[in-house]
């Protein structure tokens, strides 16, 4: 037995990932249930390293050094209990399970109390990076013990990608479920930032008149500002495409229905249960799945907008760096509602999350990755138990500054009849917060009204009700 790892599920993101430990030096032992799929990874790429091929469940594990560590990489869900429920017989104490599947984090925490009985770790890990970030270098969130760690840690750290300071984008998340649930929120923020870019591309086109090469022009520039991001980046690259079929702007030949794989829904049902206020990934997942209506929308063509008005080309330019603004601060909206989430679920569950270590983790390898993410993890380095990512003075700042076109953008957007609920909600969210008094006091009232439900008062400690349908006296309850 000489592999310090094994991969089990060789798909494309377990294909890659196995040929990532062992073009860092790392003796791979290979296995899929369908063996073909085994034989053909060392066919094309068994001169990148050293791999070890088993046919079968017993052959894998006999190919572990000790403590084992095994890679399962199949489609989260049934396949992974069919996939442990194979394994687990084969371990022994102290052997190591790395989920590196899209879990949900109470899966992976019911399947680590499981294993944990039988002395085994289960790390539910979150790969972030696609395809390509699996070969060259994922941004990587592993949950689980911290003894696993120790054995599996350096090895992560080797094959994760590095941020520009060089540190690997990988720490430990917190326990059982930890990982998994940073790798949900960090989607439900990638949900966010790409219908906050979406937003301001549609309004690029259909307030300002620029086409969308111009548009990719715009998004370059943004590129090297503070929106500095891969997400920024790639969205250029797709509107300068041009369909080779048809000479048209790739943007405009794609069906505009998008579609979804779950995390985003997850981040928003689990924001939910938490009791966190979510709105700009809520939108961001109301926004595909309203796209996705065809039939509504096919229906609701002939509903009345206003008359449009395109703008002149100084005033188109203008226009353009208030949309930098307000997408920069929604953005900084939208993360302080991720990082809400992840500090809400980390205190549930008793993670006791780094917040500035995730950002840290987020700065290379993953789809979000981005400049901007240094600013989340010095703001949490100053303030690790600060309520919000606005309760840091350099982001209140740059929204204060960003504030008047941020509104005038989204006034704007309302006027001319242009969708924009990822801007609107976060600018909500952040007045909301603002607010000196919130019509939830009415809301109380209401309540109190048709159900008895009590309120407080702002002047007296106790529980009050009106009596409503009386003569209005006030009695403590
Ligand atoms: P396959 O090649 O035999 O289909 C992604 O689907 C990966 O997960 C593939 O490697 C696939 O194996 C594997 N997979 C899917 N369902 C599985 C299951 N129930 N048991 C084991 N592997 C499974």
């Known amino acids: 037995s000489t592999a310090q790892i094994g991969v089990t599920g060789l798909a494309v993101m377990g294909r890659n990932l196995a040929r990532n430990f062992a073009r860092n030096g790392y003796t791979v032992a290979l296995h899929n249930r369908t063996a073909a799929r085994t034989h053909e990874l060392v066919e094309q790429f068994g001169d990148e390293g050293d791999f070890i091929a088993a046919e079968s469940a017993e052959d894998f594990v006999a190919a572990l ?11 989260a869900g049934d396949a992974t209990d069919a996939v442990i429920a194979e394994f687990a017989p084969l371990l022994e104490p102290g052997d190591v399970i790395i989920d590196g599947g899209n879990a949900h984090f109470a899966d992976t925490r019911r399947r680590e109390q499981e294993l944990r009985e039988q002395g085994l770790h289960f790390v539910g890990t979150g790969i972030s990076g696609g395809e390509e970030g699996a070969l060259d270098g994922p941004s990587i969130m592993p949950g689980g013990s911290k003894e696993s760690y120790d054995s599996l840690g350096p090895m992560l750290e080797q094959i994760s990608a590095k941020a520009k300071d060089g540190a690997p984008c990988v720490t430990h998340i917190g326990p059982d479920g930890a990982g998994h649930f940073v790798k949900m929120a960090h989607n439900g923020i ?8 979406g937003e301001a591309y549609q309004l690029l086109r259909d307030v300002a008149g620029y086409s969308p090469a111009q548009i990719a022009d715009i998004f370059r520039t943004w590129n090297t500002g503070r929106l500095d991001s891969y997400l920024i980046e790639i969205t250029a690259e797709v509107l300068s495409h041009t369909d080779a079929a048809t000479g048209k702007p790739f943007v405009d030949v794609v069906l505009d229905q998008a579609e979804q794989k779950g995390t985003g829904r997850w981040t928003v049902q689990i924001a939910l249960d938490l009791g966190v206020p979510v709105s700009g990934i809520a939108e961001a997942v109301f926004a595909r799945s309203v796209s996705g209506h065809a039939a509504l929308r096919d229906a609701s063509r002939h509903l009345a ?24 601060a929604s953005k900084i909206v939208a993360y302080t509602q991720g990082f809400h989430e992840i500090a809400a679920g980390s205190e549930q569950y008793d993670w006791n999350i780094d917040l500035g270590k995730v950002a840290a983790i987020w700065r290379g390898g993953c789809i979000i990755r981005a400049a901007f993410l240094d600013r989340i993890t010095s703001a949490y380095e100053a303030q690790p138990r600060m309520p919000s990512l606005l309760s840091d003075k350099s982001f209140a ?12 953008v989204i006034a704007t957007a309302v006027t001319q ?5 990822a801007f609107a909600t976060t600018l909500a969210y952040y007045d909301s917060l603002r607010a000196e008094r919130l019509p939830a006091a009415l809301t109380q009232g209401q309540r109190d009204y048709f159900g ?26």
């Open 190 to 197: 990638e949900y966010a930032d790409m219908q906050l870019i």
């Open 397 to 408: 700042e740059e929204i204060a500054a960003a504030q008047d076109d941020w509104r005038s």
């Open 65 to 75: 050094e000790k403590p084992r560590r095994l890679v399962v990489m199949v489609k």
């Open 452 to 477: 008895a439900h009590t309120y407080h008062r702002v002047d007296r400690d106790g529980t009050f009700h009106t009596l409503w349908g009386g003569d209005k006296t006030e009695v403590e309850s």
């Open 305 to 328: 907008g206003p008359t449009a008005r395109t703008l002149g080309k100084d005033e188109a330019a203008a226009f353009a760096d208030q949309v930098e603004q307000a997408l920069y």
């Open 417 to 421: 009849g242009v969708p924009t609920p």
